[in-house]
Each structure stands twice: as C-alpha cells, then as structure tokens.
C-alpha cells in the first residue's frame, strides 16, 4: 500500500514561491525569485522533491530543526514561525514568515494543490464512534449510484479503486489538500472524510468546506487529549459552523446530539433510531427502525420528511449499524442526491455493498466458534458490539480485549465493567502498551471488572497471540469470540516500535490450529 500521495503531474501544477508570499501578504527571508513549489508537506518522512517544508512547534520538537534534512530531500523552502526561523537560519533554504505555521498550513496547501478548483462533493464524519463505520458506508453507497468516490478513514485512504495507507484518523492538512489534488486526478466526484476531534484542535481540515458535515455520537473517550468530556464536545462543534460547512446532519442517538444542534450555526437535519436509544430527546426530522436483524445483514427502514422513506440492509450486525448506513443516506440526500434514485440503487444490488475492514468483522468460517474481530476501544463501543454479539450466539459469549497504553486512561475501567456485564467469560490481555507497562494496564482491567462482577469467570492471558488461543480453547461450537481493540490493524506498538501484527490473521491461524478452519 503507498503512502501519502500527492498529484503525479509534477511541474505542470507548480506555482511561485513568491507569489505565495504576496497572495497571503507574509514576509520572507531570502530571495524567492524564480522558486517554484510543487507540494507541502509538515514531515521531513514524507517529502518530495519541489515541497515546500513546514517547520511546525511540535509537542516534542520543532520542525525547523529539520530544515536540514528537509533541503537534502529536495524542499525548495521553509515556511515556519520566527523561532523556527533563528533556528534554520543556517539551512540556507528562503523562509515565509507566519505567526503560526499549523494555522497557515490548511490555507496554503489549498493554494498549492489548488484544491477549492473543481472540488468534488465533500462529506465529513465526526464523533466518538461509527465514523469510519459511516464513512465506508458512504462510499459504498455513492458506489452503487456509479460514482467514483475517495476515502479518508482510520483505516484507510481510497482515491477511486487505489488504497493508500492511513497514519492518523484525519491526516494533518497538507496531507488531507495533497489527497484531493491526487483525487481530482482520478475523476473522484464524491469523498467521505473521517474528521477526528483532535483533526478540528489541530487545524488539520483547514483551507476544506465540506458540503454536509455528519455527527454520530459522543461518549468517553480522549480524555487524555481533553480535559472532559465538555472539552472534548466543544472540539467537534466548529465542524457545524459556516467555514467549515455548508449543511449538517446530527444523529440524536447519543444526548450530546441535541447540544450539537443548539450550537451548529449551519442548517441541520436530525435523525435518530426509534424506538429512541437515549431517552428525552426531541422528535427528530428522519427516524430509522429496525426491522430485521440476521447474522449476514441488519435491516431498516429509513423514514424522513414529506413521507419519503425507503428500507434497505447493511451487511453488518447491530442497530449501530443501521444508525450508521441511514446517517450515511441522509447526508446523500442533504448533498443533493434524491432517496428515490438511492433506494432503486440499493434494491439493484440487494441493499448496501460496503466491506468494513475490522469493524466487527467476523474471521472464522462454517465450522466452531464465530470469531469477530473489531476495532471497538471505548465503554460505548464495546457495549453496542457485545449487544449485537449476543444476539447471534445462541451459547457463550467470550470478551478478548486490552486497552491502549498511553491513551485516555479514564475510561479503562469502565470498559472491563462494561466488558464484563456483557460477556459470559473475559480474556483480559494487551493491545497497544506503547510506554506503558502491559501488566499494570491489565491489573487495572482485571481489577474493575473483578470489583464489579466478582462472580465472573475472568482469565489474564499475555501476550494476545496466546490470549486468542486461551479464548478459542474454552469456545466450542454455538459459541463467540467477540475480540475487541485491534480492528484493521496490521502491528503493535510495544514501546514507540511498530512490530508487524494481524489480529484478524492470528485468529485465522488459533482456529486452524484447534481444527475449526482449514
Ligand atoms: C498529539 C498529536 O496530534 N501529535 C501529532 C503531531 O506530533 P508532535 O507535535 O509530537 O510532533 P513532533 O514530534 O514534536 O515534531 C514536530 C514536527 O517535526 C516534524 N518532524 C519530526 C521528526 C522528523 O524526523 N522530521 C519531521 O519533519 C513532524 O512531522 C512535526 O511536524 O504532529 C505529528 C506530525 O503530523 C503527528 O503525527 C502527531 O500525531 C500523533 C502520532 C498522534 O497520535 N495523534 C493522535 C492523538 C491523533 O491525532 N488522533 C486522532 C484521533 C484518533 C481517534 O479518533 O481515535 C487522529 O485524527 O488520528
Ligand atoms: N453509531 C454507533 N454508535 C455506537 N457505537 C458504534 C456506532 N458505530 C460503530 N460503533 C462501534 O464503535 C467502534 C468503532 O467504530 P468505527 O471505527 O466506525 O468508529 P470511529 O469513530 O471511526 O472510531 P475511531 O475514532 O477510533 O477511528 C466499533 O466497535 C463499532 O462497533
């Protein structure tokens, strides 16, 4: 899979350095005569011959520091803050002057990509949970209405049929402007993007209008990043203000979708799952029911104003899904596409073509325990999923899981409790120990769900290569794994070393090896 792409016409899409400076009226160092920029990036990892460096104060470093390497790799100049500025003035490379480089970044990269010039129908999708659930779901949807679509998700970057790898949920902004320049190329006409609360602090959707913004939900987590919760609700609400969006639809399934509505400055539609998921909340303009749940699909009925309404499957199991799918349809409707021409499209294909990578996705076959493995790491998620779960297995349900280390600690217990309550037996073991010591994260996991539910068969199995086999081995047929954590992921991060790791691929091999798979 290649990574961070940028347009492949090179020179054709180069523009001067020095009419940068006088666009957007900032001073600079150096001559800038003559000097053509063909992209930017933040990232001496990431650069290309012809960018245009961006020295940005790091939470560890500055980035000037590496103006260096950034003109031994080809940039051209450095675009930086006066401290930046004294501190690559040996570089030799022109410096634009900003106050502040992170700040300037979204803008200047649409300028150099030219990204605001035939931009395609943009979608964003923020909340705790289901964005990139919601995000695959739009894109397997325009899809099926024909479109060639682009992804910017968790797990992973689509520019039409091309997969490119993802680092962060929202790449930072030059990254996002390099994509759709690339997107442009392709013909992309429609791009679903994940837009993380920590992408609106960090100004990474900069220099973007997205045509419908979506919101999920609100639930604990990235306490680490914010304060509490009320922090962390008001990093999402500039997504719902007139720069950053045109319209907005709000799901009401979690409480904290109403106050998104009060706050949003932008027109917004609501929606929400009856009978309600949270208590109190107001009639929204389109409901979603349930109508059938089956292990291979979840179907509902969307129904909204004007007594337009359609029924439809996701090829995935739990309400959450369903509220996913039909978010994903009115945010079609609200970017101009009709729910009529969108209902004949699904019924064509026998309802939503979208493959979830790691999103409870189920590994083992005919034969055994049914194996899922998910990317769940937050109470909200893991209480959905064990839901939806349980209500396929007619024996045990067994929980496998672990908590990042170096993460939002707070909500730690609340997931064992959770975890617990929802689960016949759990394997507690590691995901992410990062600089964390993988005992004490367990301790701390084993410890709350004990507290809660002493009566709970709890095993502690390190590392999670032998803990998915401990849970294959008390599994027998009727029975599920539900493994929640890993997701998509293809390594694990054991102290700030990324070791090559599949948790799909290691659960695949614990069922060959108890003789329930090929
Ligand atoms: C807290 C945070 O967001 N940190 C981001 C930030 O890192 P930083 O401030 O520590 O950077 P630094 O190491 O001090 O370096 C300063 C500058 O020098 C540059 N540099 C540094 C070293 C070098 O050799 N060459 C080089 O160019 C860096 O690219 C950076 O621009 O800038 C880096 C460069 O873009 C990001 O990779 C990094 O994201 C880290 C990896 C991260 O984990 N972020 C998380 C919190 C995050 O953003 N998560 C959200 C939400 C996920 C979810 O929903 O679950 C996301 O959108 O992914
Ligand atoms: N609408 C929803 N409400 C509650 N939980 C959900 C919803 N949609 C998905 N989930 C659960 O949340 C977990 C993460 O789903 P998904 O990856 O789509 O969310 P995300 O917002 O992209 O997460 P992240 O920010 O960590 O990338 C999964 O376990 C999934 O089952």
Redesign the pocket.
């Known amino acids: 899979m290649p990574g961070s792409p940028g347009p492949t016409t090179g020179t054709s899409s180069a523009r001067s350095l020095g009419q940068l400076a006088s666009e957007f009226g900032l001073e600079h160092i150096g001559s800038l005569d003559g000097i053509e920029i063909t992209g930017v990036t933040l990232s001496t990892g990431d650069l290309h011959p012809g960018d245009l460096y961006v020295g940005v104060p790091g939470a560890h470093r500055h980035g000037a520091e590496f103006a260096d390497q950034a003109r031994e790799g080809g940039a051209v100049a450095l675009l930086t803050d006066a401290a930046g500025a004294e501190i690559a003035k040996e570089s030799g490379l022109p410096v634009i002057l900003v106050d502040s480089p992170r700040a300037a970044l979204g803008d200047v990269s649409a300028w150099v990509y030219r990204t605001n010039e035939h931009a395609p129908l943009l979608f964003a999708?923020t909340?705790?949970?289901?964005?990139?659930?919601?995000?695959?779901l739009l894109e397997g949807i325009l899809k099926q209405m024909g479109l060639v679509t682009g992804l910017s998700?968790?797990?992973e970057r689509h520019i039409g049929d091309l997969t490119v790898v993802s680092r962060l949920?929202t790449p930072e902004a030059s990254e996002m402007h390099a994509l759709l320049a690339r997107m442009r190329e392709s013909e992309v006409r429609a791009v679903a993007v994940?837009v993380?609360a920590q992408a609106l602090s960090r100004n990474r959707v900069d220099g973007l209008v997205f045509d419908v913004a979506g919101f999920?939900?609100l639930?604990h987590?990235h306490l680490d990043d914010y304060a509490d919760m009320e922090e962390y609700f008001q990093a999402k609400l500039p997504l719902f203000q007139p720069d950053r969006a045109v319209r907005g639809v709000v799901?009401l399934?979690?409480p904290y979708g109403q106050r998104v509505v009060e706050a949003s400055r932008i027109p917004v539609t609501t929606i929400k799952v009856v009978p309600p998921i949270t208590e109190g909340t107001d009639d929204a303009d389109w409901s979603v029911e349930i109508l059938d749940e089956q292990a291979a699909y979840t179907e509902f009925r969307l129904s909204g104003p004007e007594g337009r309404s359609l029924v439809t499957r996701v090829p995935m199991i739990?309400w959450?899904?369903a509220?996913?799918a039909a978010?994903a349809i009115v945010m079609m409707v609200e970017g101009g596409f009709e729910l009529e021409a969108i209902g004949q499209a699904l019924d064509e294909d026998g309802g939503i073509v979208a493959y979830?990578p790691g999103?409870?996705e189920r590994v083992s076959g005919d034969r055994g325990p049914s194996v899922f493995v998910?990317?769940?790491?937050?109470p909200?998620?893991?209480?959905?999923?064990l839901k939806?779960v349980r209500r396929f297995t007619p024996g045990k349900v067994i929980m496998l899981f672990g908590a990042d280390g170096d993460r939002d600690t707070t909500k730690r217990p609340e997931m064992a409790r959770v975890a617990a309550a929802g689960s016949d037996i759990l394997v507690v073991t590691d995901h992410h120990p990062r600089f964390e010591d993988p005992e004490t994260i367990r301790k701390t996991l084993v410890d709350a769900a004990r507290e809660a539910y002493p009566e709970h068969e709890i095993h502690e199995v390190s590392p999670p290569e032998a803990a998915i086999r401990a849970a294959v081995a008390l599994a027998g047929e009727g029975d599920s794994i539900l493994w929640?954590g890993p997701?998509h992921q293809d390594y694990r991060d054991i102290r700030g070393v990324r070791t090559p790791y599949s948790a799909r691929e290691e659960a695949r091999a614990a069922l060959r090896e108890a003789g329930w798979a090929e």
């Open positions: 999708v909340g705790t949970n289901g964005k990139t659930s919601t995000s695959y998700s968790t797990a949920t994940e993380s999920t939900n639930s987590d799901s399934d979690s739990g959450h899904m509220a996913d978010l979830l999103r409870t998910d990317f769940g790491h937050s909200d998620a893991f209480l959905n999923t939806a929640a997701g």
